[in-house]
C-alpha cells in the first residue's frame, strides 16, 4: 500500500474510532432503559399510505431502518415481488436493481454476478462480492462456471447492498457489495389461530418447457416451536434465443429443500433459536463445459449446494445493553463432473471424472449496545467473525490423477473483527462510523511449485452520513476503504512448461492484496398525498467513485523461459457512475423506476474496463383492481449499446419488454389460491447482454398457480 493510501486509511480508520468512541461516551452519559420492542415504523409513508420500494425494511446495514433512511444504496426484494418475477434464478430477481447484473449465462451452472462494474464471469471475481444465505458465506468458483447454485423458491427476501461500504459487517475484500438472501420461515405461512398450512405451486415456463413443483408444510407444534419443510423440483430443456436457436447446454434438473425449526422462549418469548438444513442439487448431461461461453466441449455435471444453520437471537427489550446474535453454520458446495468431451485441442480425459469442493465453517457473534437520551439514540454494534475454508479439486481418471494445478487445493481461515456505531441526533442526523480489522491464513496441498503458508491483515474504515432536512428530503454521503486479499486459486494455481509459457507457471505468493478507496454522495426525495389520498413518491439518487488499487491479473509475461508466477499485481482502476432507484404507489396504479450508468477505466492503458454494465433503465407501469385482488401491468428493460464486455467486442443496445398479470381473490371461499401470468421479452427480440457469454433468452410465456390450505 502506498503512503496516500495508508494516509487515507489511518485518517478514515481514526475518525471512525473517534466517533464511535465518542458517541459511545455521550450515549452512556444519558443512557435510558430500552421500552418494550414494537414493529419498526417503515418511515411516515407507510402510516399515510402503501409501503413502497424504498420504504421496505432493511435488516443487513445494522440497525434494522427503512432503505430510503439508509445511508448507502441499498434494494430489497420483498416476497411479493419474488413472487411476481416468477424467477427461474436468483438472478431473474435481481434484474431490476440498479447497478446489479446477473453475468455468465442464464445458465443454472453458469450465473454470477456484477454489481458496479466489479465481478467478471471469465476471471475468479466471486469474492469481490459477499454472497450470505441466512448468515451464511456462499464462496464457488471454478473456470468459467457460475458463483451460486440455488433456486429462488427457497428464498423470502433479497438485499443488495453495494459498494464496499458494507465490508464493516460482512468482511473485507467486498468491493463490490454484498447479496443477502433470507429463507422463508413457518410464521410466513400460518395464519391466526391456525396450526398448520400446506402450500403448493406449480410453474410453467414455454421457452425451454421449464416446470416446476413446489410443496410446503408449516406447523406450529405448540407456542414456542415451530417447524417449516418445503421440497421443489425443477426442469428445461434448452432454451431459445430471440432468433429461434437453442441455447446449448442451458437443459437442466434440480431438486432443492428447506427444513427449517424455529424455537422462541424466554419473557415474551422473545428469544429466537434456528436451525435449519437447506440443499439444492442440479443435474444434468452433455452441459456447455464453459457454463458462461459457448465451444469449449461439453462434459455432464452434478452440482449439490447445502447450507446448515443454527442461530440464536436475544434482543433483551428490557436490557438496552443486550441485543445479542449468534451464527454458527457449514456451507459446502460440490462439483463432479465426468465424460468431458470435444475441448479443442485438449484430451477429454484430463477433465474426466474431476472433483470441486469448497467447504465452509463459520461462526459469527455480535451485540449491539443501545443509549438513548432526550434528543437522540446511539446503537453501538461490536462483532467477531471466524471461518475455515477447504478449497478441493481432485482429477481422478485423468491423463494426470490427482491434483488439478490450475484449480488447487488449499485451506483458508480468517479471524475478524468488527465494530460500527449509529448515532441520530433529533431523527435528523444520522452518523455511522465503522472499523474491521481480518486476519487471514492459508496453507497450499502439497506438492504446489513454489507454493508456501502465508499470512496477511486487512483493515476496512468507513464513515457515513444521512441528514434528514424534513419528511421529504434528504442527504447523505460516505467514504469507506477495503482491502481484498488474494484467494487461494490465485495465490497457488500453477501450470508446467508449455507454448504459451515455455517455463511453466509457479505459486504467486507474493502478491499485494487489492484495496479501494469508495466515495459516495446522494439526496433521497420523498412525497405523500399527490394525487391522491394516500399516494407515495419516493426518489433515491447516488452518485460514486471508487478507485481501485493493485488489482490481480494472470502474468502477461509469456517471453521468460524462466518460470514466472500465474498472478502479479498490475492494474490500476477507476469506476464511477450515478444509481437512482424511484417508485411510485397508489391504491389503484403503482409505478417503478431503477437507472444506472457507470464508467470504468484502466488507469494504466487508459483502456475501458471489460467488466463495466452498459447503461441501462428499467421501468415498470401498473394497477389493481382492488375489490378482485388483480395486479397487471408492463415492464421495460433497455440497454445502450456497449463498447466493451464480456467478449471485448462492441455489443449492440436493447430494450425488452414484459407484460404481467396476478389474481389473488379477496373472496373466502377462493381463499390461499393465487394466479401469475407473464410474457417476457413480448416481441421476441434477439439481444445479449454485454457482461452475458451467451444470448439471452427469446419469448417465454410464465404461468403458476398456488393454493394455499390452513387449519
Do not use: C
Not at 399510505?49 to 435488516?59: E, Y
Not at 430510503?68 to 434494494?75: E, F, L, M, R
Not at 419516493?538 to 490481480?552: A, D, S
Not at 467488466?611 to 421495460?636: C, H, K, M
Amino acid at each position: 500500500m502506498g503512503l496516500v493510501a495508508r494516509n487515507i486509511t489511518a485518517l478514515l480508520g481514526g475518525a471512525a474510532m473517534t466517533m464511535m468512541i465518542g458517541t459511545h461516551v455521550a450515549g452512556a452519559q444519558q443512557a435510558e432503559q430500552k421500552t418494550e420492542t414494537s414493529e419498526p415504523v417503515q418511515g411516515e409513508a407507510a402510516k399515510k399510505g402503501r409501503v413502497t420500494l424504498l420504504q421496505r425494511l432493511v435488516v443487513g446495514a445494522g440497525v434494522d431502518k427503512i432503505a430510503i433512511d439508509t445511508p448507502q444504496a441499498v434494494t430489497v426484494i420483498d416476497q411479493e415481488q419474488i413472487d411476481q418475477d416468477q424467477p427461474q434464478t436468483i438472478g431473474d430477481t435481481l434484474r431490476d436493481v440498479p447497478g446489479v447484473t446477473a453475468i455468465g449465462s442464464d445458465r443454472v451452472f453458469g450465473e454470477a454476478f456484477n454489481i458496479r462494474g466489479i465481478g467478471a464471469a471469465a476471471a475468479a471475481d466471486e469474492s469481490k462480492i459477499i454472497i450470505n444465505v441466512d448468515g451464511t458465506p456462499k464462496f464457488y468458483e471454478q473456470y468459467r462456471m457460475g458463483s451460486f447454485f440455488s433456486d429462488p423458491e427457497l428464498y423470502k427476501q433479497v438485499e443488495v447492498l453495494r459498494g464496499p461500504a458494507s465490508s464493516t459487517l460482512y468482511g473485507s475484500g467486498a468491493l463490490g457489495g454484498v447479496i443477502n438472501l433470507t429463507t422463508k420461515d413457518a410464521a410466513d405461512f400460518l395464519a391466526d389461530g391456525q396450526n398448520n398450512a400446506v402450500r403448493v405451486k406449480s410453474a410453467y415456463d414455454s421457452n425451454g418447457t421449464g416446470l416446476l413443483g413446489s410443496t410446503i408444510y408449516a406447523t406450529r407444534i405448540n407456542e414456542n416451536f415451530e417447524f417449516l419443510g418445503m421440497g421443489n423440483y425443477r426442469q428445461s430443456n434448452d432454451f431459445t434465443d430471440g432468433n429461434g436457436d437453442d441455447i446449448s447446454g442451458s437443459e437442466f434438473e434440480s431438486w432443492s429443500g428447506l427444513a427449517k425449526g424455529t424455537y422462541r422462549f424466554g419473557d415474551g418469548n422473545e428469544q429466537t433459536i434456528r436451525l435449519s438444513y437447506q440443499r439444492w442439487q442440479g443435474d444434468t448431461d452433455d452441459q456447455e463445459y464453459s457454463q458462461t461461453d459457448s465451444g469449449f466441449g461439453t462434459v455432464d455435471r452434478k452440482v449439490t449446494d447445502q447450507t446448515v444453520v443454527f442461530a440464536y437471537e436475544n434482543p433483551a427489550s428490557d436490557n438496552p445493553w443486550l441485543d445479542l446474535k449468534f451464527n454458527l453454520s457449514y456451507s459446502d458446495t460440490s462439483n463432479k463432473q465426468s465424460n468431458a468431451s470435444g475441448l479443442p485441442g485438449v484430451p477429454s480425459p484430463l477433465f474426466d471424472d474431476s472433483d470441486y469442493a469448497y467447504k465452509t465453517l463459520q461462526a459469527r457473534l455480535e451485540n449491539t449496545f443501545e443509549y438513548k437520551g432526550d434528543n437522540f439514540e446511539n446503537f453501538l454494534t461490536l462483532g467477531t467473525q471466524i471461518s475455515h475454508q477447504d478449497r478441493e479439486a481432485e482429477s481422478i481418471a485423468g491423463l494426470s490423477p490427482g491434483a488439478i494445478l490450475f484449480h488447487p487445493e488449499g485451506t483458508e481461515t480468517k479471524y475478524g473483527l468488527y465494530a460500527q456505531n449509529e448515532f441520530i441526533w433529533r431523527e435528523k442526523l444520522t452518523l455511522i462510523p465503522g472499523i474491521r480489522f481480518d486476519y487471514r491464513e492459508t496453507s497450499p496441498a502439497d506438492g504446489i511449485r513454489g507454493a508456501d503458508d502465508e499470512s496477511d491483515d486487512a483493515i476496512s474504515p468507513k464513515l457515513a452520513a444521512l441528514y434528514k432536512f424534513n419528511d421529504t428530503f434528504s442527504v447523505f454521503g460516505s467514504v469507506a476503504h477495503t482491502e481484498r486479499f488474494p484467494t487461494i486459486d490465485e495465490l497457488y494455481s500453477t501450470s508446467v512448461p508449455g507454448r504459451t509459457y515455455p517455463g511453466g507457471r509457479i505459486a504467486s505468493i507474493d502478491l499485494e492484496k487489492e484495496t479501494s478507496n469508495n466515495y459516495e454522495v446522494g439526496f433521497a426525495v420523498s412525497g405523500y398525498d399527490l394525487a391522491r389520498a394516500g399516494d407515495t413518491l419516493q426518489l433515491k439518487t447516488t452518485g460514486f467513485y471508487n478507485q481501485l488499487r493493485n488489482l490481480i491479473t494472470t502474468n502477461p509475461d509469456n517471453r521468460n523461459r524462466l518460470p514466472v508466477t500465474y498472478y502479479v499485481n498490475i492494474n490500476e482502476a477507476k469506476i464511477y457512475g450515478i444509481e437512482v432507484e424511484g417508485s411510485y404507489d397508489a391504491e389503484v396504479f403503482f409505478a417503478r423506476a431503477a437507472y444506472s450508468y457507470i464508467k470504468g477505466e484502466d488507469e494504466e492503458t487508459g483502456e475501458p474496463l471489460t467488466s463495466i454494465p452498459a447503461q441501462n433503465l428499467a421501468l415498470t407501469l401498473g394497477g389493481r383492481v382492488v375489490d378482485y385482488g388483480v395486479e397487471y401491468g408492463w415492464r421495460g428493460r433497455f440497454a445502450a449499446s456497449a463498447d466493451t464486455g464480456f467478449t471485448g467486442e462492441p455489443t449492440p443496445g436493447y430494450g425488452v419488454h414484459d407484460i404481467f398479470a396476478s389474481w389473488k381473490p379477496t373472496d373466502e371461499k377462493y381463499a390461499g389460491f393465487e394466479a401469475r401470468f407473464a410474457v417476457e421479452n413480448l416481441f421476441d427480440k434477439f439481444y445479449r447482454n454485454n457482461l452475458a457469454g451467451t444470448d439471452a433468452k427469446g419469448r417465454t410465456f410464465k404461468l403458476t398457480l398456488a393454493k394455499q390450505f390452513g387449519w
